[in-house]
């Protein structure tokens, strides 16, 4: 129960403070950080969980986006049906692919994954240019139409969705990554396969569920961002952007939970805000990635935790239980 | 079927090559049930090679492996974990970002429950309570370590903590790589007695260099030179063999 309390607690605490942020920052700035996030989710779980890094995240993001996109311009106009089936669509690709790239290990599964990201350009802008419209896109804004409860249509209806959305997938990964015995062996691929097949666990499985999970994470992430964008192109699988996710998680901290949220704060917030005075604004988010890692390789959050691990232990060599505490 | 009945895990015949070198050549070997027997030999004798065929880790080219009468030479080490058949490694193999006790609960669930996804997705490590793991906790002086990140333990104390892992699951068949390996006097000497608790009671194979710790608790023992078994029987027979004497002494001593 306390455990529960402290996790739950701290997520509130970090939904209240990005909530009152809507007073001072605009809407349409935290709803970009609140996708991002989600779609960093994925990433830095594949990364901190299982150690696989994957610069294919433009594709998975994409099949969701264009589930959404293809739903609303062909076949209706509610924004709740739209997201669902980006999110189905991207589950059933993740399925499929999955059972491929997961055979990979390491440096061939990186870029297997860039690959199919390439690939996926490639049909969203040349293949099936007749459906979707390659560069130009789909433009759903005349499409939509409001959507009750919620209004997806209105900036303030979708950011409270986003975030909503949100909660529900940091409550998910909190169990994940804290709680069942699925995030533990996930962690043990990372630290040791071979011992964990010996202990009879199908590490096959475990690699596909997590690939699935992480990936259909970034596929709802997408559904979000054809709706709050009001149209979709094909350079939402461009390969350029493929180490954005991968920044985001790095920095944040990968395999933590608020991790992907601090690193998309500050990577929107360099692109939205440092871009106005810089061209290069990728420069400084390349130099804040050195620093970071150079100061410890858990992000910032990451390093945070290590930081009130230490203090809570007063100099004792024992550190806390990164399963309880939510690090790697 | 395996004409030997007697015989719980029977290798027939076992030929593993790596490349053009044959690593086990022709070499057959059986257990018991609750026979404790060793595999000695000296570095690169293929004892490690052999072990792995048992395991699953490899496939050997010829000879097949009998479970209970039952042809495992081909499944995978899942299914021989489903089975009852656990193995250690030579070095030290436990999960360094896991809590030991953690390391224990994922042993000991595995063993209890089938690793379906559903199932390990749906279950929490903190509702992995049982008897059993407090009991190998103590019987491995492993309680006051329960809470600490297993990278953060010694060497030897994690080859105590793997050894754990494989007894918590309760196994018919164990088999254990070098087991004594990185650890102190004190901590082979607690292992011993851990293992001469289960003699009569499980069936284990142990992989050592050298037989001098293990001489009194084995019943069985075998031989191997240069991927050949040149020997295999009853401990003190063997060891008096004039072959063994020859060439294993030669080597090892």
């Known amino acids: ?328 | 079927m395996n004409s030997n009945s007697q015989m719980i895990l029977q290798a027939e015949n076992i030929t593993k090559r790596f490349g053009g070198m044959t690593a086990v050549n022709n070499v057959s070997f059986g257990l018991k049930k609750n026979e404790i027997a060793a595999l000695i030999g000296a570095n690169g004798a293929g004892k490690t090679t052999f072990f792995n065929i048992l395991t699953g880790n490899y496939i050997p080219e010829e000879g097949t492996i009998y479970y209970k009468g039952q042809d495992i030479t081909r499944l995978s080490p899942e299914r021989r974990v489903d089975l009852g058949i656990m193995r250690t490694f030579q070095l030290a193999s436990t999960f360094d970002n896991l809590k030991v006790i953690d390391n224990l609960r994922l042993a000991y669930y595995r063993a209890n429950n089938k690793a379906t996804l559903r199932n390990i997705f749906f279950s929490r490590m903190d509702r992995i309570v049982s008897a059993k793991i407090e009991e190998c906790l103590e019987t491995f002086n492993l309680t006051k370590l329960a809470d600490r990140m297993t990278g953060q333990i010694s060497l030897g104390e994690k080859r105590v903590l793997e050894i754990a892992m494989s007894m918590v699951t309760d196994p018919e068949v164990l088999l254990l790589d070098e087991p004594f390996a990185g650890l102190s006097e004190v901590e082979i000497d607690e292992c011993l007695k851990v293992l001469y608790q289960q003699v009569h009671k499980k069936t284990i194979l142990i992989v050592e260099h050298k037989i001098s710790k293990i001489e009194d608790l084995v019943e069985k023992v075998g031989v191997m030179v240069e991927g050949v078994m040149i020997a295999s029987g009853e401990t003190h027979e063997v060891l008096n063999c004039e072959r063994v004497r020859r060439e294993y002494w030669k080597t090892a001593e």
């Open chain 1, 1 to 328: 129960m306390k455990r529960f309390l402290t996790s739950s607690t701290g997520i509130i605490i970090v939904f209240v403070l990005l909530f009152l942020l809507k007073g001072v920052l605009p809407a349409a700035f935290l709803t970009e950080v609140v996708i991002y996030s989600i779609y960093a989710m994925g990433c830095s779980f594949l990364i901190g969980r299982l150690g696989l890094t994957s610069f294919g995240q433009p594709a998975f993001l994409a099949f969701g986006a264009y589930g959404a996109g293809i739903y609303l311009y062909y076949f209706g106009t509610n924004s709740y049906v739209a997201i669902l089936v980006g999110v189905l669509a991207s589950l059933l690709i993740n399925m499929l692919v999955g059972t491929f790239l997961v055979r990979l290990n390491s440096s061939y599964f990186t870029l297997c994954n860039q690959a199919f990201c390439v690939v996926t350009f490639f049909l969203f802008q040349k293949a099936l240019v007749k459906w979707t419209f390659g560069d130009n896109g789909l433009l759903l804004i005349s499409r939509m139409k409001p959507t009750p409860v919620i209004d997806l249509t209105t900036t303030n209806g979708i950011y409270l969705f986003a975030f909503l959305v949100a909660i529900g997938v940091w409550l998910f990964f909190n169990y994940l990554l804290k709680k069942s015995v699925f995030g533990a062996t996930c962690l043990c691929v990372k630290d040791n396969e071979q011992k964990l097949r010996f202990l009879g666990y199908n590490t096959f499985n475990i690699k596909w569920l997590a690939f699935v999970i992480a990936n259909t994470v970034a596929g709802l992430a997408g559904a979000l961002y054809t709706v709050y964008f009001c149209m979709v192109n094909a350079n939402i699988a461009n390969v350029s952007s493929a180490s954005e996710a991968v920044a985001i998680s790095m920095l944040g901290g990968a395999g933590t939970l608020f991790g992907p949220l601090v690193g998309s704060f500050l990577f929107i917030g360099l692109k939205d805000i440092v871009s106005q005075f810089i061209s290069h604004w990728e420069v400084l988010v390349g130099f804040l990635l050195i620093v970071v890692m150079l100061a410890g390789q858990k992000g910032i959050v990451g390093s945070l935790e290590d930081f009130f691990a230490k203090q809570k232990s007063e100099g004792t060599p024992q550190t806390p239980a990164l399963t309880e505490e939510g690090g790697l």
